[in-house]
């Protein structure tokens, strides 16, 4: 009998490559979301609250990595969360090659969350402006936040390697966030809804 249940659990469990991981930019309801995302939890890991904070958490990294005046600087780092119950760097380097995310600029990152052992994992472009010497540290200074495997703690710790972009405008950055935080609300809130209605 635990033979069998045994059997079963590794027959529910998805064993995804970098070729089939679906990409939550046109694949978002295999990313269990409702519309085309920066975060992919094809099995679940987060509830939809939790996955649409750290959607919301990508998208500002975007928008506080962003400076200067040309337009790869301007544009911000695209940054992309995946997750899964098991990942390994050799996995998150192999999604950034086969998504080849803004391959103009070069200015991108993919984060690989590792559920079962709450490991974040970290590839980047060549153009990134994150380093990997700054995620490392970041990622030390959060080990026991990171060891709770909370989306909330996650989301903190992706506010915080997007602080270096924040802008310095006297008055803006607080615009900034205000603005941010009733389009967070409003857009969980319609996904949720969305997420009962559709199938």
Known sequence: MLIILSTLV????????PQDYPNPRNNYKQCKMVFSSNICDPDEAFDMSGRLRLNHEMRQMTERTSSGNKWCTRKGMDATLAIVRQGTQQFANGLRDSWNTDDQCKNSAVFLWSSNN????FARRPNAVLQDAEFQAILRAHSKDIQTGSALALANIFKEMGR????????SATTKRSASSVLFYGVTALAIALSLIIP
């Open 10 to 17: 590794v027959v529910t469990v998805q064993q995804w490559t």
């Open 164 to 171: 270096k972009g924040e802008w310095t405008t006297p008055g």
């Open 118 to 121: 709450r490991q974040l994992y």
